[in-house]
């Protein structure tokens, strides 16, 4: 009996930061978007994983000329559980056993991933009271705090932004915060400010860095979401 494609929620869960690498003197950037999928008796966790391919260009001297980028690939790994489970199967990995997905602890892989909700809690643990509040063109409520450093990790400011029409999605930064504002937090922007950073004898000017984490309404190919659940749902039945 066919299985009926019923109607799932998916969230773009990006992030977006820039470090200073002391090594190189210079700012990195790094983006990721994690897409959770959620349905009727699963949820799915989708990372998307690029490798590239390049060419070195060699001079008649044995010297590298240039460098052509010749391919992209894009792939995709599936974290899938049954609905309230503690533990799935991932599927996606490249190597033998992946075909048949392989066991994973969804606290671990939380975890690990930096997406466990003790993470972003951290975000807001120790805020006093916004310094501005304001409202953007969309209606979408931002508010602005100082932070108390309390390591030089720490940024010096942060930015929530709150989005009632995404409340009842299923996922939260904070619980604490959702039911305290009576909105949803959809994103967390931190400002660390221009400084100066002695290391092993030298002086760094750090530039200023920002780091965004957010979620939105996200779209996926709905044939392979139902792959991948079905493979679980059929190999637990």
Do not use: C
Not at 168 to 190: C, G, H, P
Request: aromatic content about 10%; cysteine-free.
């Amino acid at each position: 009996m066919p299985v009926v494609k019923k109607e799932v929620e998916i969230l773009d869960i990006k992030s977006n930061a820039q470090f200073f690498l002391f090594d190189k003197g210079k700012l990195e950037q790094v983006h990721r978007t994690v897409k959770k999928v959620s349905g009727e008796d699963f949820t799915m966790y989708i990372f998307m994983r690029k490798s590239s391919l390049i060419e070195d260009k060699i001079d008649s001297e044995g010297n590298i000329k240039a460098q052509i980028l010749k391919r992209i690939d894009t792939s995709y790994i599936y974290y899938v559980i049954r609905k309230d489970g503690l533990t799935g199967k991932v599927y996606g990995k490249r190597n033998k056993r992946s075909a048949n997905g392989e066991a994973f602890n969804l606290e671990d892989m939380l975890k690990t991933e930096g997406l466990n909700v003790e993470a972003f809690e951290s975000y807001s643990s120790h805020l006093k009271k916004p310094i501005q509040v304001i409202k953007d063109h969309d209606g979408r409520l931002i508010k602005k705090y100082l932070v108390d450093r309390v390591t030089p990790e720490y940024p010096d400011s942060l930015y929530q932004m709150f989005d009632k029409r995404l409340t009842n999605v299923n996922f939260t930064f904070s619980k604490t915060v959702d039911e305290l504002a009576q909105n949803k937090l959809v994103k967390i922007t931190t400002v660390s400010n221009p400084t100066q950073v002695s290391l092993k004898g030298k002086i760094f000017n750090v530039p200023r860095r920002e780091t965004n984490l957010e979620i939105a309404i996200g779209t996926f190919p709905i044939d392979s979401i139902w792959h991948y659940r079905n493979k679980l749902i059929k190999e637990r039945e």
